[in-house]
């Protein structure tokens, strides 16, 4: 039962984590087309829906992985690809002006954080260090 959980939430990660750059990427794009006032309001106000979303689905993912060692590092992996793909692409596709690109970069960079640092959380919440041993001491 544990083997099946080790591989579930693999593909659960790499789905959610899919689906919720997907989501940021459609919300920064629309948000782009309409100028750089219209984009730092609307988006703003979009993005915290979509950071709330990811971390709600990142802290049920981990219930059901087995360690949460091992849940932390496979979302720090995965984010980090789905980050650095969505900056590479920003700059070879580049729609905008050079400023709303890096605005973009930096978003991207915020998501990636906000769920980084959800998986550190939800991996500390139960005693572990993800960089070091079982018990971890405050």
Avoid at 79 to 94: E, K, M, N, V
Avoid at 103 to 112: Q, T
Wanted: aromatic share 18%.
């Amino acid at each position: 039962m544990k083997s099946l959980r080790y591989t579930l939430v693999i593909p659960a990660v790499f789905i959610a984590t899919g689906i919720v750059y997907y989501c940021f990427d459609v919300v920064i794009k629309w948000g782009m087309n309409l100028g750089l006032f219209w984009f730092l309001l609307v988006c703003g106000l979009l993005l915290f829906p979509v950071k709330f979303i990811a971390i709600f689905v990142v802290t049920l993912i981990s219930e059901i992985s087995p360690d949460k060692r091992f849940f932390f590092w496979v979302v720090l992996i995965l984010c980090g690809i789905d980050a650095l793909s969505a900056i590479i692409s920003s700059w070879a596709f580049d729609q905008g002006s050079v400023i709303v690109t890096i605005i973009y970069n930096a978003l991207v960079l915020n998501l990636f954080y906000v769920l980084t640092n959800t998986a550190f959380i939800t991996c500390r919440k139960e005693g572990f260090n993800p960089f070091g041993s079982s018990n971890y001491s405050t």
